[in-house]
């Protein structure tokens, strides 16, 4: 779910999503610790008003943590993004391989799964 607003929120989330978004902005990078001052005077700066106690929490959260890392980490997998560009004009162009297609066997008739032929005649 998308926040676009805080006017649907609870004062616990407010608060939560206040403070979350705090702790990023504080953070002084993936392994640095946040104080509580910190993260209240960021929210009060994005002109948020955060208890203390909600500072305090996650100040100790990241600390415990060692930091926001393990917080941001990614899944793993992904795009690798666009990459190169540019290179020299003069490169060579990679030529397109033709598509082999495949092709198809005629069995003959074959048999049916229980091994009979299409013959009928069959106990069924």
């Given at each position: ?39 209240s005077a960021v929210a009060t700066a994005s002109g948020n ?42 490169a060579e162009v990679e030529e397109e391989k033709p598509v ?25």
């Amino acid at each position: 779910m998308a926040v676009t607003t805080l006017s649907g929120l609870s004062e616990s989330q407010k608060n939560e999503l206040i403070a979350s978004l705090s702790v990023l902005v504080a953070s002084d990078g993936a392994s640095g610790a946040v104080s509580a001052e910190s993260i209240s005077a960021v929210a009060t700066a994005s002109g948020n008003a955060l208890p203390a106690i909600w500072a305090s929490i996650f100040s100790a959260g990241v600390g415990r943590a060692g930091g926001i890392g393990p917080f941001c980490a990614s899944s793993g997998g992904g795009g690798g993004g666009g990459g190169g560009g540019g290179g020299d004009a003069a490169a060579e162009v990679e030529e397109e391989k033709p598509v082999e297609e495949e092709e198809e066997i005629d069995m003959g008739g074959g048999m049916d799964m229980f091994g009979g032929d299409d013959a009928g005649g069959g106990d069924y």
